[in-house]
């Protein structure tokens, strides 16, 4: 048998924060999902995002610390278009989530920036500069 990738897994020092959070970036997480210690979404394409609080890692953990120093992942949600990046961007700084990189047209020939999840982890908001007509 061969294993098949699942799951992403965010450890958040407070879960309610971290799950408002992506429900404002359209994550479908059940209302009073911040009551338990553990919740899992389904993601479009099959894979699951789960979330732990600190507390649970240290439940069957007792010797984990706190990463420092550096981000405990990135995640990146894709836009329809650059103006979107910058309204989506734009919300989430107005909703007084930390803007790490403003909006700029990368090299690579995309419209980019990074808001920090409550956590402090990097999330790239990102569309093609020149997006594709359908």
Do not use: N
């Not at 407070?14 to 210690?37: K, M, V």
């Not at 899992?40 to 990463?67: K, M, Y």
């Not at 989506?88 to 047209?105: K, N, S």
């Amino acid at each position: 048998m061969t294993p098949r990738f699942d799951a992403i897994s965010i450890i958040t020092a407070d879960l309610a924060a971290s799950l408002a959070f992506y429900r404002r970036l359209g994550l479908d997480i059940p209302e009073g999902a911040e009551s338990a210690p553990h919740v899992e979404v389904t993601l479009p394409g099959g894979q699951r995002l789960l979330w732990d609080t600190e507390a649970v890692i240290a439940s069957f953990d007792p010797d984990w610390q706190r990463p420092s120093g550096g981000e405990r992942l990135g995640l990146a949600f894709v836009c329809d278009s650059p103006a979107e990046v910058d309204a989506v961007y734009a919300d989430l700084v107005g909703a007084g989530y930390t803007g790490h990189a403003e909006p700029w047209d990368a090299v690579w020939g995309q419209r980019y920036a990074v808001v920090l999840d409550p956590d402090g982890c990097g999330v790239s908001l990102f569309a093609s500069a020149s997006p594709v007509e359908k």
